[in-house]
């Protein structure tokens, strides 16, 4: 029996462990240095203004877009003002990326995962 687990996904619902995991750490397809680079992109910000805001200088904003260099928790809540998102989801996006590029491949994650939410 799976453990329910109360997740705001706009309306407030109910829903199962199995299914808060698909919905927010199986649809990691591309990495955050990505994400954040289609972001920038889409609102068409230079990559002076978007460093600016993260504290850091484009040359480390470049190497986070291209997968070289990562983005740091830090940054989340200055990612999320600027373009305008949801910080709750940001950062759950954010922390399941790195949860799973970490730990994804190992045998027993998924159920190490329940364990820890039960």
Known sequence: MSKQ???FDG????ITFDKFVK???GFNKISFGEYLYRLRADHQFPQKVVADKLGIDISLLSKIEHGERYVQSHMIPAIAELFNLDFRSLQIQFLSGKLINEFGEEPHFYETLKTIIE
Request: hydrophobic share 60%; charged share 20%.
């Open 5 to 7: 687990l109360k997740a």
């Open 23 to 25: 919905s927010h750490m």
């Open 11 to 14: 309306d407030a619902v109910l």
